[in-house]
């Protein structure tokens, strides 16, 4: 599972494999949000998206998880289109930039969640919430209620979730917006030094031009315009 | 610089409720547990009553959840034209006085209907849909979408999202609403009145029965008594159930954002919704239909049968209550004005006791009509205090049930009054009684208007606690209207299906005026 980043080997040219987004355009209430945007990400990659707020990062973000539908372009993985396929099948990952826990739930039930929708057996379960607790350093907090934690410790609850469900891509939306700076960046090495280990691509939005070069490989601007916004990198 | 006193503002309140409703509960007590009540307790009749007012209540119950959940939904997440007037439609009913709602059912339905559980069952429904829909669905409005987005985006399809994520977070508004169903169905008098039977009769219904067809004030005292104890218990086990099913979650403010009807299941539950919206004016037609429905043609003789005398010097034309209602909804606006206006007063100025007096005030309302119609009754049959003969009484039941109203109106107006409104008036030389003159009740009487109009609708279509208090000369629209339907014959029911209108229309006129007083962005009950 592990993997040093001098072994990665960046391919961008080739879109059969990993995420491919091409020529996106949303508009939502009227308002054009994405114009004809194109992006890809390969399968051992991070990438970073960097852009005032309000540019449409978080719903590009969102058409490719399958929450909001685009008015045209297509979304693929691996060559395939993933138009008709809804957000619960296509195993790519969300972290929100308030971490959005289940608040009926406590961490170990926020972090079992996507394992409790496929199904696993109780004593893999509770040892695979360890696991995922542990490579987050949150060991030993799973009983804890989720209105108790500290916002950084929310972001790795969120992230161990995320990643509990086994992602092919991890889409983070500002997981760390809301974070002072030390943290923030503190936050922001873990993270990546985790993915990479686990081999997981990502797609990280943030404001922050310092976070966009620490967290990715490859750092690409959205840049508004009347049309909506474009992609520059 | 102090507000007024509270007790300048409490005496009256405390004075009203105290004689008009604390003592006559006492009455009920000691009637109901005197021997002759008591013995009604071994009866395998009074069990078989309770047992059937509890069965329609549940099952009204779980029927109105089950039909308000997909329009509660609907109404307040997806984005489709006509949106608003469908949450109004379907929140008219509520409005609508209850006996206007049994005589509305009785024109729908047919004849073989009459007296059965199913026909008691439709009308619960078509009366409290709005409930669900309002308390569920306001609170749906507010409930973060993203909880959904993240469990989907974890893997969890519709129907695991609304098990796991959507449900658990949606249950105490469920419950809220379900207790308050539960509540209004198990002391429903009215719908049952009129639609009910002998084998379909509840509680309230065989109060009113022991007490005017049987004189039996013992045994009726008993049944007030047993069904207070059970509305006591609901309210303890929801409050509880409520407690431990309430997450704490941070809800969105300004409401989420309606989303498009694309998928399949919006598709569904939005047609679900329209369906129930058209099946909710049915009932409305057909009283219509009915008040000019002739024989095999149409007419309006029913509408001229109003206005014509009975057979007896006691069989006044039907059209005369009109006049009667209007009457007793003025003495009752005043009473409620004046002596809710000074409780909110005294709560808003109180330092402590506050909430003491607030609850004392509320419980009437907590309380069913037909007890407190009952136990003024029995309270003030009986000489030094007669005043059954006299038309205040109704007024003044009436009254009880819209002080608390007219408190929930005023209050909040009061609280947020800025304190230092007073300290300018009193540095500009005003007294205490000057500055609260000028400077409280102004801001005061916009908030009045509309407890006022609330005051008149609710006197406009009470017809619990009015059954046992109207003189037999002076029948308000309701009582006449329930008199109406109590007889055989197409002239009675046409005429019955005419009034209903006239009440129909009257109820209407109080509550546009009212929405037209209030000020925008206040809170609406």
């Known amino acids: 599972m592990s993997s040093t980043p001098e072994a990665r080997t960046t391919d961008t040219s080739s879109s059969s494999h990993g995420l491919d987004v091409a020529a996106i355009t949303v508009s939502l209430g009227g308002r054009p949000v994405l114009d004809s945007l194109s992006l890809t990400v390969a399968p051992d990659e991070a990438v970073a998206l960097l852009g005032p707020s309000g540019v449409g990062k978080s719903t590009l973000l969102r058409v490719i998880a399958g929450l909001v539908t685009p008015d045209a372009g297509v979304v693929t993985w691996d060559g395939i289109d993933l138009a008709d396929i809804p957000a619960h099948r296509r195993s790519i990952g969300l972290v929100f930039q308030d971490a959005v826990l289940f608040p009926h739930r406590d961490v170990a039930g926020n972090v079992g969640y996507g394992l409790d929708v496929i199904g696993v057996p109780e004593a893999e379960r509770r040892s695979e919430i360890e696991r995922l607790l542990d490579l987050v350093d949150l060991g030993g907090l799973g009983e804890r209620a989720v209105d108790t934690l500290s916002g950084g410790q929310a972001q790795r609850v969120a992230l161990a979730r995320a990643l509990g469900a086994r992602p092919r891509l991890l889409l983070l939306d500002e997981p760390f917006g809301a974070l002072d700076r030390d943290l923030r960046e503190r936050l922001g090495a873990e993270v990546r030094d985790l993915l990479r280990a686990l081999g997981v691509p990502a797609v990280h939005v943030t404001h922050d031009a310092a976070e966009a070069a620490l967290v990715a490989d490859r750092v690409l601007e959205l840049v508004p315009s009347e049309r909506g916004a474009r992609l520059e990198g | ?525």
Do not use: K
């Not at chain 2, 309210?235 to 997450?247: E, K």
């Not at chain 2, 007294?431 to 609260?436: A, I, K, L, Y």
């Not at chain 2, 037999?472 to 109590?486: C, H, K, M, S």
């Open chain 2, 1 to 525: 610089m102090q507000p007024p006193a509270a007790r300048w503002f409490a005496w009256l309140p405390v004075v009203f409720v105290g004689v008009f409703f604390a003592l006559p509960l006492t009455t009920v007590l000691s009637r109901g547990f005197s021997a002759r009540g008591v013995d009604l307790l071994t009866s395998a009749a009074t069990w078989r009553i309770l047992g059937f007012t509890t069965l329609q209540a549940v099952l009204s119950t779980v029927l109105t959840v089950a039909v308000g959940l997909p329009a509660a939904y609907a109404v307040q997440r997806l984005d489709f034209r006509g949106r608003r007037l469908v949450l109004a439609l379907l929140t008219v009913p509520f409005v609508l006085p209850t006996v206007v709602v049994g005589a509305s059912f009785r024109a729908l339905l047919p004849e073989s209907w009459d007296g059965t559980l199913a026909a008691i069952l439709v009308a619960h429904v078509f009366f409290n849909l709005a409930v669900v829909v309002r308390v569920v669905g306001g609170f749906w409005a507010h409930l973060d979408n993203r909880y959904e987005q993240a469990a989907r985006t974890l893997g969890a399809g519709p129907i695991t999202v609304w098990r796991t994520v959507t449900w658990p977070l949606l249950r105490p508004a469920v419950l809220a609403a379900a207790a308050l169903v539960f509540l209004f169905t198990f002391t429903s008098f009215g719908v049952v009145l009129v639609l009910g039977g002998p084998t379909t009769t509840t509680l309230e219904v065989e109060i009113y029965r022991r007490t005017v067809q049987l004189f039996d004030l013992p045994g009726a005292a008993m049944l007030c008594v047993l069904q207070m104890a059970a509305v006591v218990v609901v309210l303890i086990v929801a409050t509880r159930l409520q407690r431990r099913l309430t997450v704490r979650q941070r809800l969105s403010r300004s409401g989420v954002a309606l989303r498009p009807v694309r998928s399949t299941t919006d598709r569904v539950l939005l047609g679900i919704t329209l369906v129930e919206t058209v099946l909710v004016a049915l009932p409305l037609l057909a009283l219509a239909r009915a008040s000019v429905r002739v024989g095999d043609g149409w007419g309006l003789d029913w509408w001229r049968a109003l206005a014509v005398d009975g057979p007896t010097t006691r069989d006044v034309a039907a059209w005369a209550s009109v006049r009667v209602s209007v009457s007793y909804a003025v003495a009752t606006v005043l009473i409620a004005v004046v002596v809710g206006g000074s409780a909110a007063c005294a709560i808003a100025y109180a330092r402590r006791g506050a909430d003491a007096l607030d609850s004392a005030l509320t419980l009437p309302l907590g309380t069913s009509a037909v007890t407190v119609g009952f136990g003024l009754l029995i309270t003030f049959a009986v000489p030094p205090f007669d005043l059954r003969s006299s038309w205040i009484i109704v007024p003044i039941g009436h009254a009880l049930v819209a002080i608390p109203l007219v408190v929930r109106t005023v209050l909040p107006v009061l609280r947020s009054m800025d304190p230092r409104l007073r300290e300018v008036a009193a540095t500009l030389g005003a007294s205490v009684g000057h500055t609260w003159r000028t400077v409280d009740l102004p801001v005061l009487s916009r908030a009045m208007g509309v407890g006022a109009g609330f005051a008149a609708a609710v006197s406009l279509g009470e017809f619990g606690a009015t059954s046992f208090l109207a003189r037999a000369d002076a029948p308000t629209l309701p009582v006449q209207i329930g008199r109406l339907l109590a007889r055989p014959g197409e002239v009675n029911s046409g005429q019955a299906a005419a009034l209903s209108v006239v009440l129909v229309v009257v109820t209407a006129l109080a509550v546009v005026i009212t929405e037209r007083l209030r000020a925008p962005g206040s809170a609406s009950l």
